[in-house]
């Protein structure tokens, strides 16, 4: 009789990624500021929303308005960044702006605010795969193992 092993070969990936980003996983605003400085980096980074349209959130033109202003500023200042995140910031708001924040709150190594963020941008698109993806980074980063797992075995099913 032939069993099907697939769920425990996925949670091993998933616990063996958990080890790897623990040990590896610290942001900081030096390493991340290098990518802001790529302007590949940040012509990737704006063209995946909408794009992937089942995992990704769509921005209107005054988010991606926002998004020119913004990058910038990450680049300078992400204290500032954060600030003008938080004031852009509304219930309607796309989930990728959420989501930067969270990116930004995360690289500043302030985890209980990125991961309120992440959540609220889950809550606005639920199959935002790289929320849940960073969100079970800075769970593991808290020591959350158990619900690090389940988002990212929720991404994985993404």
């Given amino acids: 009789m032939k069993t099907n092993r697939t ?3 996925t949670l091993l990936f998933v616990i ?3 080890i790897i980003s623990s040990a590896q996983a610290q942001p900081s605003f030096s390493k991340a500021n290098k990518f802001w400085s790529s302007p590949e980096f ?4 704006m063209a995946t929303y909408g794009v992937k349209s089942e995992v990704e959130p769509n921005i209107n ?3 991606k308005e926002l998004f020119d202003k913004l990058i910038p500023v990450i680049k300078q200042d992400p204290d500032k960044a954060i600030s003008m995140l938080i004031s852009k910031i509304e219930a309607e708001s796309s989930a990728a702006l959420d989501f930067t924040l ?4 995360a690289q500043a190594n302030n985890n209980s605010k990125a991961v309120i963020k992440y959540r609220t941008a889950i809550d606005k698109f639920p199959d935002f795969q790289r929320a849940h993806i960073n969100l079970g980074v800075v769970l ?3 020591g959350q193992y158990s619900d ?7 991404a994985l099913e993404l």
Avoid: D, H, T
Wanted: with cysteine; charged share 20%; aromatic share 18%.
């Fill in 16 to 18: 063996y990624l958990c």
């Fill in 140 to 142: 593991i980063q808290l």
């Fill in 7 to 9: 769920p425990w070969y």
């Fill in 42 to 45: 940040v012509n990737k980074f």
């Fill in 102 to 105: 969270g990116n930004l709150y």
């Fill in 148 to 154: 690090a797992l389940s988002e990212l075995l929720r």
């Fill in 61 to 63: 033109a005054e988010e």
